[in-house]
């Protein structure tokens, strides 16, 4: 049987069609034998590429979202679903930023226009979303280590599934990866690596390893000449023999030097150009086929942004991007005058730096997500890009300030969960004045629960001598970041959420906190709200509402989480008759600092009330930033309802006093 599938993706994956007809087959009388084929031609899957790329770019102009990576990958999608019987064969995204081609042709296209939106699909891989999404991503250079994993359990049950993980340049430049290969090397456990090289992460890619794959790439000599052995041997036999393998290996050290692969154990083919069907089919299958007991890595050479001129020509290859019009290539642009936080923090950074050399700016392969691409303007030689690396980011830090300088760390808070063996070990033990400024902190939207900065204010503040702060607006990150120039004796950090500020005045860079201080905003009785970072604009809001009903409440901005302000607090609880703390980050943060406060000091004794409104002990899935907090029952609407029943417990607990 032979089904011709051009235009007639929809919803169907090629194993789908497979599933669905089966049944129908299976009742032909047994012992007829029966073949199953499910096979395009080379034309016909070079127009299925065009027709996945024509989709991909038109329901990303919609959604806005990843598009270069995506754009860059799918011949090399379509290749892999051709040879490889996935599910059953696991097939793994490294990042999931290159996975939209993926996802159309694997059951989703229906759904493509709801990628990254509200109870749509996940801007990554997803293995609740999916049965042929076997591991979920999100977070660079884990696709080795997770394909090893099940190569091996694969061993262990005595299955013959393949496994294989497609990883990014920019992804294997990070140690994770090499820890993967140097297990996989010596497991002698077949597992297929496809290295997806395209020269690109997010932003152009650093280090060693770029100079490395670019001199792979450049072996035409050694190449032409592998080509002919292939030709020679091809006459006798169709698989090499075990002396042409060593002749291979020959040409390869003699004309490439050898290669870091094969010298972590891995049969090493490459490199391939992506965008040739042929080759990319006979490579795969090849690979597929081999009784090589040992880890194979398969190096491509794709372009980011490929099929999609303006993708093309955009210095990052439209990595990310809004909604944009497909005919023009133009994006959608925020019609807020007022800047965003990232921006606030490059530009006092900067002030700072033209008055103190000894400023430092460090970030791992996100330099305009986090601004430090205007610092690198400025100060090309005191801006450090280390690539996927956030561990080697935190100690390279680390070894900076031991040495007197001033080390501003721009990791996003998501990303710095992957350091924080470094943060505590090389930096908190140490007592060594990294600035850690933490970007994307709170829930950030889009990405979803991958990229939340959920966690932060607990990692951090749980750590000795460690100075802890959260702006509430852009006024208030000016000052944090003016104020930890100035803490050489102990590390610290300063949080601040994605986006827009609310267009407060920004000050001097010459306005500095008094470290551990907090401030009330507004005075009120019985009930006072102790906010910790981005959710004051909500209480106030919150506040507004409690005014019209005549409530009066007070508001205060803590500042620091670490250390406590702990005249604030004390003053607050004996003055009023309840306390609410909230902040944009989970259990065990700053409210359960001030609740050992309140219970050491017995406070919680005297009749005190005490709640915490935090992030609720789940993960949320992606929406707009306004809604996923409604979810998390951190609006204003959820503050006032808050304040209204602590307000009625306690006027029913005065009556049962009385």
């Not at 019985?526 to 959710?535: D, E, P, S, T």
Request: hydrophobic letters at 40%.
């Amino acid at each position: 049987l032979r089904f011709e599938l051009i235009n007639s993706l929809d919803s169907y994956s090629l194993n789908t069609l497979v599933k669905i007809y089966k049944p129908y087959i299976n009742k032909i009388p047994v012992p007829i034998k029966y073949t199953l084929e499910l096979k395009l031609s080379i034309d016909e899957l070079k127009i299925l590429s065009a027709e996945i790329r024509k989709e991909m770019i038109e329901a990303v102009s919609i959604t806005g979202g990843h598009l270069g990576a995506g754009l860059g990958v799918v011949e090399l999608t379509v290749a892999l679903h051709y040879i490889f019987d996935t599910p059953n064969d696991k097939l793994i995204w490294d990042v999931g930023h290159q996975s939209y081609p993926h996802k159309i042709i694997t059951g989703r296209k229906d759904k493509i226009r709801t990628i990254r939106q509200g109870k749509g699909l996940s801007g990554f891989t997803k293995r609740s979303e999916s049965e042929y999404d076997p591991f979920g991503a999100a977070h660079s250079s884990t696709s080795i280590s997770s394909a090893l994993g099940m190569a091996v359990a694969n061993k262990l049950s005595n299955k013959s599934n393949n496994v294989v993980a497609v990883i990014g340049d920019g992804a294997i430049s990070a140690g994770m990866a090499y820890e993967a290969m140097n297990n996989a090397g010596i497991s002698k456990t077949k597992m297929i690596v496809v290295l997806n090289d395209n020269d690109m992460s997010i932003a152009k890619s650093v280090g060693a390893m770029r100079a490395y794959l670019a001199k792979l790439l450049s072996g035409k000599l050694y190449f032409s000449l592998r080509e002919i052995l292939k030709l020679i041997i091809s006459a006798f036999s169709k698989r090499f023999s075990a002396k042409a393998g060593k002749a291979e290996d020959f040409l390869r050290s003699a004309f490439t030097g050898g290669t870091l692969f094969n010298s972590l154990g891995f049969s090493y083919v490459g490199p391939i150009d992506g965008y040739d069907l042929d080759s990319l089919i006979s490579v795969l299958k090849n690979a597929k086929e081999s009784n090589h007991e040992g880890p194979i890595m398969i190096h491509i050479k794709t372009e980011k942004g490929k099929g999609y001129s303006f993708a093309e020509n955009a210095l990052d290859r439209y990595h990310g991007v809004s909604k944009f019009n497909v005919k023009t290539g133009i994006q959608e642009k925020s019609k807020s005058n007022i800047p965003s936080y990232t921006k606030v923090f490059a530009n006092t950074l900067i002030k700072h730096a033209e008055k103190d050399s000894k400023i430092i700016g460090i970030t791992a392969a996100m330099p305009s997500g986090t601004g430090m691409d205007f610092f690198g303007e400025k100060f090309p030689k005191r801006m450090f890009d280390v690539g996927i690396a956030e561990q080697h980011a935190v100690t390279f830090a680390a070894g900076l300030a031991a040495e007197g300088f001033k080390p501003f760390a721009a990791i996003y808070s998501t990303f710095l969960q992957r350091a924080y063996d470094q943060v505590v070990h090389d930096v908190a033990i140490q007592s060594l004045p990294v600035r850690f400024a933490i970007d994307r902190a709170g829930l950030v939207g889009a990405d979803g629960p991958t990229h939340a900065g959920s966690f932060d204010i607990t990692y951090l503040s749980t750590l000795p001598n460690f100075v802890v702060m959260a702006a509430s607006d852009e006024s208030e990150l000016v000052k944090m970041i003016s104020t930890s120039v100035d803490i050489n004796d102990r590390p610290s950090a300063f949080r601040y959420p994605r986006g827009v500020g609310i267009g407060t005045e920004l000050p001097s860079i010459d306005v500095k906190l008094e470290i551990g201080k907090g401030r009330v905003i507004q005075e009120g009785k019985k009930l006072a709200i102790i906010n910790f970072g981005a959710r004051l604009n909500e209480c106030l809001n919150a506040s507004m509402n409690l005014k019209k009903k005549g409530i009066n409440i007070t508001i205060a901005d803590a500042r620091f989480a670490k250390p406590l302000d702990e005249n604030l607090i004390w003053q607050l609880a004996t003055d009023h008759e309840s306390i609410i703390t909230i902040e944009e980050g989970s259990i065990g943060g700053f409210g359960s600092h001030v609740a050992k406060f309140l219970s050491e000091k017995n406070l919680l004794d005297k009749g005190l009330k005490f709640r915490s409104m935090i992030l609720p002990d789940k993960f949320i899935d992606q929406d707009k930033p306004d809604l996923m907090y409604k979810i998390a029952g951190l609006d204003s609407q959820a503050i006032e309802n808050k304040v209204m029943d602590l307000l009625d417990s306690n006027i029913v607990l005065q009556k049962q006093k009385q």
